[in-house]
């Protein structure tokens, strides 16, 4: 048994061995696999960046050839400069735009932390560690990522954000009114354009040319010019980012089916005539923005958003890889601003935010083509809300459309562009874009006097977007005022910013000069009209699209009752608040004051005109009930019942209820418009309330109706949409200060 055991234990030990050996020779096969194809892929990479090398050599050789003897004299200059410059090394990275040689994808995952990263999904994590991987390499950018920044030296992205301003443009500009040309031009779909290009004062130091340095001469930014319209859709000579090509038709193909167009046509005819003014780096004023063109306006102001970020972002980055081999204090690396954010876009309700955020995301990184981070976040807090649509008695459609989705106006989204991720809820001052409503944004500037207020992040912004601003009139017009008062401000931080790469022309305060606005609205008013002449002041000029009205919503007027056009003068349009309100109590209110006349509402656009006039009544004891955007429903519905009733002789009915919550008003014999509505089917809208229908039978006849309007020659954009051009003009001119229409009247 000794022997047996002997003989077995030998065996046991005899075996060990030889599965120890084989485990190490399999192991070592294993290992020299991986070795093999690790020195292969590292092969393959060191002769990937050496081809790289020699073709920048082979470049850098080229310009070479060019050099004259006195560029070598200047070679000698700068060497001589340098010595007494700082030899500390410049960061490689903007502050602005990233926190290393490659990107700010560490410090945009620390913004996102802080704001709500416990609501981002699991694979957030995951999109930015992608993120991080693809951006290690941004030191040697790809050919073709080279091939897209020897494009932006030819493309007015750059021609218009490069240069300072020269002294006769900037004396121009700043004069007032400033000196500029104004060409007329008649477009397929937009109609009349009228562009309005500052131009330089001409002056004898002109014919001397400034020189910065005694070997070169300083390129100054040139006034801009008027767009030409486009007919076939070629991105490389718009200048459109390869990144988004595959993208563009897919994003808008809603857009072209609802025109009954081919997808090949990429642009409905009205997008390519927008995209022809707003590539031209141009402000735009288009008031004629409908719910029918709604979404190719959202898509295509969206576009340039996405491509104008995506080109700054690779200035950047091939800024960053260049200044990273050497040290050069030139200013031909100076690409940004004194803050990050460059793109502000503007919007009255949540849904609409939403809606741009989901085109810019259909644009930008779409399913399978890139992440967002905090999407499911997103989803929850713009979604939902919605206001439930009466069935019985239903509201009219244009309501409809404008109050679908969440209607919360009190919202800001700081959003990041990276190379392929869009990062949601991005504190501001590490992000691209921002998207926000007028009221959520003076809630973050904030008025003065107060500790908690900032708008360092306006300091910056290089393209500003107002969409529905009507909406914004109904809303808070002061809101969008003071907000827009704080832009490009001198900051009262530094956030951060490497002033080493900072454009000139921030650092001397031009900043208003270089912004493009694209304002879109629904109705043209003066209020409306004066932010794009008053508050913009791009010296690349602007774009009015301004046609005349052929048919007035007077036409729409289905009641028969007379339609009687009161004219008053004023001074300025600031004594017309009161000569209004003098015409009103001493020609339209005594006769009005008759028994005969009950049943009477008074349709007031401004709130402030309706304190004024509910002040008078209450005063002179005069008989009224009154329905405006602050009264409780309790209220609302005990006034209708008084008016209809009879209870009341008159009823103040204001603007902003109307258009929040567009009641039907029983009882109305007698329409009075204090002053021309805002929005022109208002008129029509109010007036029809008069049928029959609607009466009360023992508050008077048919007989006796009528619907008066005051107005003033400040008034005439408001009167033009309820008359029409022609009719307007003949009031306008007219010796006579009462005009009467009747439905039907064709005159």
């Known amino acids: 048994m000794n022997k047996s055991k002997k003989f077995f234990s030998k065996k046991k030990g005899g075996v060990k061995p030889n599965n ?76 602005e735009e990233s926190s290393s040689d490659s990107e700010v994808d560490d410090e945009d995952v620390m913004g996102d932390d802080e704001h709500g990263g416990e609501d981002a999904d699991p694979m957030d994590s995951a999109s930015e560690e992608d993120s991080e991987d693809d951006d290690e390499f941004v030191k040697v950018p790809s050919d073709h990522e080279m091939e897209d920044d020897d ?65 070169e001469e300083k390129t100054y930014a040139s006034p801009g010019m008027a767009p030409t319209l486009f007919s076939k859709v070629d991105f490389k000579q718009l200048n459109i980012k390869s990144q988004i090509h595959g993208n563009i038709v897919s994003a808008n193909k809603t857009n072209l089916v609802k025109r009954d167009l081919e997808l090949t046509e990429v642009f409905t005819p009205l997008q390519k005539e927008l995209f022809s003014v707003i590539n031209n780096y141009q402000d735009l004023y288009y008031p004629y923005r409908t719910f029918t063109n709604a979404d190719e306006i959202r898509y295509i102001y969206c576009l340039h958003a996405v491509n104008h970020m995506l080109k700054t972002r690779t200035k950047i980055i091939h800024h960053n890889a260049k200044l990273s081999k050497k040290n050069d204090p030139s200013d031909d690396y100076r690409d940004q601003g004194l803050v990050r954010p460059k793109v502000l876009i503007m919007v009255p309700f949540k849904d609409a935010a939403y809606r741009v955020v989901k085109t810019l995301i259909d644009i930008l990184v779409p399913k399978e083509a890139g992440e967002v981070v905090h999407k499911k976040r997103f989803e929850e807090d713009f979604t939902g809300g919605e206001l439930i649509m009466p069935r019985k008695n239903p509201k009219p459609e244009d309501y409809e459309l404008m109050f679908s989705g969440n209607t919360e106006d009190t919202f800001r989204l700081g959003m990041t562009v990276t190379k392929k991720t869009l990062k949601l809820y991005t504190e501001f001052y590490s992000s691209d874009i921002i998207v926000t409503s007028p009221l959520g944004l003076r809630m973050i500037v904030g008025a003065e006097g107060e500790e908690d207020r900032d708008y360092d992040f306006l300091a910056s912004i290089e393209l500003l977007v107002m969409d529905q601003t009507d909406v914004f009139l109904m809303q808070n017009w002061d809101h969008l005022l003071h907000v827009l008062d704080h832009f490009h401000l001198q900051p009262k931080k530094t956030h951060g910013t490497d002033f080493s790469r900072v454009r000139s022309w921030a650092v001397n305060g031009w900043a208003k000069y270089y912004r493009q606005t694209l304002l879109f609205s629904s109705v043209a008013l003066p209020e409306i009209k004066s932010v794009i002449n008053k508050k913009c002041y791009n010296y690349a000029g602007k774009v009015l699209v301004e046609n005349p009205v052929e048919i007035g919503s007077i036409q729409q007027v289905l009641v028969q009752v007379p339609q009687i056009f009161h004219r008053f003068t004023a001074a300025n349009p600031l004594e017309s608040v009161e000569a209004r309100f003098q015409y009103f109590i001493k020609e339209i209110l005594p006769k009005q004051r008759d028994t005969l006349m009950s049943h009477t509402l008074i349709y007031v656009p401004s709130y402030f005109d309706y304190v004024q006039l509910r002040n008078y009544f209450k005063k002179e004891d005069i008989g009224f009930v009154q329905i405006c955007e602050y009264s409780k429903d309790a209220k609302i519905a005990r006034a209708r019942d008084m008016f209809f009733h009879t209870e009341a002789h ?43 229908v609607n009466q009360n039978k023992f508050g008077g006849s048919e007989c006796n109706m009528t619907a008066t309007v005051l107005f003033c020659q400040y008034d005439l954009p408001r009167v033009v949409a309820l008359l029409g051009n022609a009719r307007a003009a003949h009031v306008a001119r007219s010796d006579k200060h009462v005009h009467m229409y009747v439905t039907g009247d064709n005159k």
Request: aromatic fraction near 10%.
């Open 151 to 215: 494009d932006l030296s030819a493309d007015i992205f750059t021609t218009h954000l490069q240069h300072d301003l020269s002294d006769e443009l900037l004396v121009s500009l700043t004069n007032t009114p400033p000196n500029v040309e104004t060409t007329h031009k008649i477009w397929p779909v937009l109609g009349n354009l009228n562009i309005v290009i500052p131009k330089p004062i001409e002056t004898l130091s002109k014919t001397v040319k400034t020189k910065v340095s005694i070997l």
């Open 650 to 692: 008159f009823m103040l009915y204001s603007e902003r209820v109307h258009f929040f919550r567009r009641f039907r008003i029983k009882g109305i014999r007698h329409i009075i418009f204090y002053q021309p509505p805002t929005y022109p089917q208002f008129f029509s809208e109010m007036c029809n309330l008069m049928q029959e």
């Open 20 to 95: 120890k050996k084989k485990q190490k020779v399999t192991e070592d096969r294993v290992v020299n696999k991986k070795a093999l194809f690790n020195r292969y892929k590292n092969a393959q990479k060191i002769e990937e960046e050496l081809e790289k090398k020699r073709k920048m050599e082979e470049k850098l050789q080229k310009q070479q050839m060019t050099y004259s003897e006195s560029e070598e004299e200047e070679d000698a200059y700068n060497q001589l400069v340098s010595c007494f410059s700082n030899k500390k090394k410049q960061p490689t990275a903007g502050s």
